[in-house]
């Protein structure tokens, strides 16, 4: 029996801006149920990547595949862009991105928050959206944060809104990009907690993080990137407990320094 197409995966990725070329050949896959965690220096290209996975950034060279799917491009190089628009609707709305800023609505409460794309952009009827997103809500642990806005709740309680609004798209994947790196330690595990879970029950997940407990508690595989290209990858075991490069080395013993 064949197994299922991974979820997402990436062969040979480049994204470059201008003259600065950020992905320089990247391969990734993340297979259904898979937590895979990114881990580098700011300007590695982590959350490029992500970005470009969910066709929120055009590369120039490559191939982005969605459930066996090929993203199907128009031009080349510098102009290249994602040529069927209904595809890349269909892909965005399937891999939710959770960013490091959160980007809640102000003018919403929390709970509009998380009924605004269900309702608007799958249709979605209102009455089901609403009970769902009050599941997730309560699932995330802020059910009784329906009714406030997010200038009023702290900034963890603002990331697991976030997260909530990210799965009542039901998506595929979840995209995080360095969900915890704004937060202070207390409201960071907070949202740990929230991510374990979600890792707990088997969802697929994408992760750029700069907090390896995380990635080494969370993640089936671990992708180390280093000025554009992947230095490194394997479990969590592998990498952290016996890195095999001198960069991997010197990262993560930054990071102990820290």
């Known amino acids: 029996m064949s197994l299922p197409a991974p979820v997402i995966e990436i062969r040979n990725l480049h994204k470059s801006y201008g003259s600065l070329e950020v992905l320089k050949g990247v391969d990734i896959t ?42 199907t491009w128009k031009g080349s190089g510098m102009t290249r862009h994602p040529g069927d628009k209904r595809q890349m609707i269909r892909i965005r709305t399937n891999l939710s991105m959770v960013f490091q800023q959160f980007n809640l ?13 269900p309702v608007t952009v799958l249709k979605r009827d209102r009455a089901e959206v609403e ?12 059910g009784d ?19 909530a609004r990210a799965l009542a798209m039901e998506p595929k994947a979840l995209l995080f990009d360095e969900p915890t790196s704004a937060l202070d330690p207390e ?37 180390f990137l280093h000025q554009g290209k992947i230095e490194e990858e394997g479990s969590p075991e592998e990498l952290f407990g016996n890195p095999r490069s001198d960069r991997l080395r010197g990262f993560l013993r930054a990071g102990q320094a820290a």
Not at 38 to 62: F, H, P, V, W, Y
Not at 105 to 117: F, R
Not at 145 to 163: E, F
Not at 203 to 215: E, S
Request: hydrophobic residues 45%; negative net charge.
């Open 30 to 71: 993340a297979p259904a149920g898979h937590v895979v965690s990114m881990i580098g220096s700011s300007g590695s290209g982590k959350s490029t990547l992500l970005r470009c996975a969910n066709l929120l950034e055009d590369s120039q060279q490559g191939e982005v595949i969605f459930m066996g799917e090929p993203v």
């Open 131 to 142: 009970a769902k997103a009050r599941d997730y809500l309560d699932k995330v642990g802020i």
């Open 145 to 163: 944060k329906a009714d406030a806005y997010p200038a009023q709740l702290s900034g963890g309680q603002q990331q697991r809104a976030a997260i």
């Open 187 to 223: 409201l960071e595990q907070e949202v740990v907690r929230v991510i374990k879970a979600l890792a707990e029950e088997g969802r697929t997940m994408v992760l750029v993080t700069h907090d390896m407990k995380m990635a080494a508690d969370v993640s089936d595989h671990v992708v």
């Open 105 to 117: 609505w102000a003018h919403m409460t929390i709970l509009q928050n998380v009924m605004e794309a």
